[in-house]
């Protein structure tokens, strides 16, 4: 693949991501749909993943209606299969049925995220206690390998470019992911995932709008050379500390702020008003 620009968020083009060696490419919109198309197994799974990644990227709005027949031409499938892939949606409490209405993206508030916050914790720190009693040395190069993926990216540039904050997000997901992926409790990992793709969304946001925390990546250092040193207790105070640090910098937002979603994609008319409760549930996918 050649290497590409990353289109800023003010319409400009900005240089590709670089390191002092290397030009490293940020992946298009375009480039993630074709990759969704080749990696699904069937066109439920394509629509699902395409739409998820929508969601959490703030390109569907907080409370917009999900028109089954303007996604059926944006996607290319069918009607019967967008249905299908958003019911497993409403399973993750990304989106919302209602009744004979039709589906909802759902929506965002301070509110919501404190209480998924609260969740997420106690969730995450049980992956990690039982990743830390199971990890062998591949869970050890997992992690350090997705540190160092996540610290190659140039953190002084993350502003200018929506392309370069989706590559932040998908790289801290992935470094997450491998701090977990010795737990083996199927339990666990369901309501964990539930939980961090929803809170996925308001990190999402937290970084479009106010950029990384300076010391972001000390947090993740401290937090990989704990679970590797199998320091239990540091490892979870770490991370409890680190969800809660997300929490405070997204609560500097007005409520007006939260619930319009990812700045400079306005809401639209049929967009519902900010307000629900989590829903984690086990339904449709195991």
Sequence with gaps: MRPVQARSMS????PPERTSST????????????????????????????LKTNIIRGHLAPGEKLRIERLRKEYGVASSTLREALSLLVADSLVTAEGQQGFRVVPMSIEDFREICGLRKTMETMAIREAIANGDEDWEAGIVAAFHKLNL???????????????????????????????????????????YDNARR?????????GIRPNIQDEHRAIMEAALARDV????????EHIDLTLHRLAQFSPEEIAAGFPGLPRRRDAAPPARRLRVRSAGRS
């Excluded at 319409?11 to 900005?14: I, K, P, Q, V, Y």
Aim: charged share 35%.
């Design 11 to 14: 319409g400009s083009m900005s």
């Design 233 to 240: 207790e540091l490892a979870c105070r770490l991370t409890e």
């Design 202 to 210: 308001y990190r999402h946001l937290s970084v479009a709008k106010g």
């Design 153 to 195: 990216l140039d953190f002084k540039r993350l502003n200018s470019s929506e392309a370069l904050v989706d590559a932040y997000n998908e790289r801290n997901h992935v470094f997450h992911e491998a701090l977990v992926a010795a737990c083996r409790s199927p339990w666990v990992r369901r309501f964990r995932s539930v939980l």
């Design 23 to 50: 030009i490293r490419v940020v992946e298009t919109p375009e480039e993630s749909d074709r990759r969704h198309r080749r990696d699904a197994k069937t066109l439920i799974e394509y629509a699902y993943r395409r």
